[in-house]
T-cell receptor, first 112, second 112 residues
């Protein structure tokens, strides 16, 4: 069974610090990886996706992928209180399947 | 684009009643996904369609749940009869050509 594991947290960081969110996945056939942000009472919103090993940067966000270790991470630099949310990691692209497998999410709180 | 549209946004019903949730995917997207989210179980995939055809319904919890996609721009998720344990937020998501899924605002269902 395909699984995506995340530390449920909660994770608290002070404003301006780097928040590091981690995720591991079980399906070696996964080709695509996603980070979604979900504010309380709202729907998941795509932040980043990554397909290749290494780092991918977008503004204050950096996604890191290590397929050998089956590990994905999201770094948020200069964390802001508005970053406080639950972050969902997801894997997909295994074979012909189109569905994503989601982790349970990590709750992040950025303290002013 | 209007994004994924779901209705109703909130539904309160009594046990035993039929509930129908509706979704309009993003125009041009050919895959549609129904999810259920609860605090206890997180985000669960119920069923997904590709080109209006149900591909994987292994996540549908029981025969009380059914889903249809009569055309490319409309899908329904029906629960009959509803039970209190069906109370959750139900999300619809769509994608087209890539694995990236875009979520609708969700329907918060409360079964009394």
């Amino acid at each position: 069974q395909k699984e995506v594991e995340q530390n449920s947290g909660p994770l608290s960081v002070p404003e301006g610090a780097i928040a590091s969110l981690n995720c591991t996945y079980s399906d070696r056939g996964s080709q695509s990886f996603f980070w979604y942000r979900q504010y309380s009472g709202k729907s998941p919103e795509l932040i980043m996706f990554i397909y290749s090993n290494g780092d991918k940067e977008d503004g204050r966000f950096t996604a890191q992928l290590n397929k050998a270790s089956q590990y994905v991470s999201l770094l948020i630099r200069d964390s802001q209180p508005s970053d406080s949310a639950t972050y969902l990691c997801a894997s997909g692209g295994s074979g012909s399947a189109r569905q994503l497998t989601f982790g349970s999410g990590t709750q992040l709180t950025v303290l002013p | 684009d209007a994004g994924v549209i779901q209705s109703p946004r909130h539904e309160v019903t009594e046990m035993g009643q039929e509930v129908t949730l509706r979704c309009k995917p993003i125009s041009g997207h050919n895959s549609l996904f129904w999810y259920r989210q609860t605090m206890m179980r997180g985000l669960e995939l119920l069923i997904y369609f590709n080109n209006n055809v149900p591909i994987d319904d292994s996540g549908m919890p029981e025969d009380r749940f059914s889903a249809k996609m009569p055309n490319a721009s409309f899908s329904t998720l029906k629960i009959q009869p509803s039970e209190p344990r069906d109370s959750a937020v139900y999300f619809c998501a769509s994608n087209g050509g890539t694995d990236t899924q875009y979520f609708g605002p969700g329907t918060r269902l409360t079964v009394l």
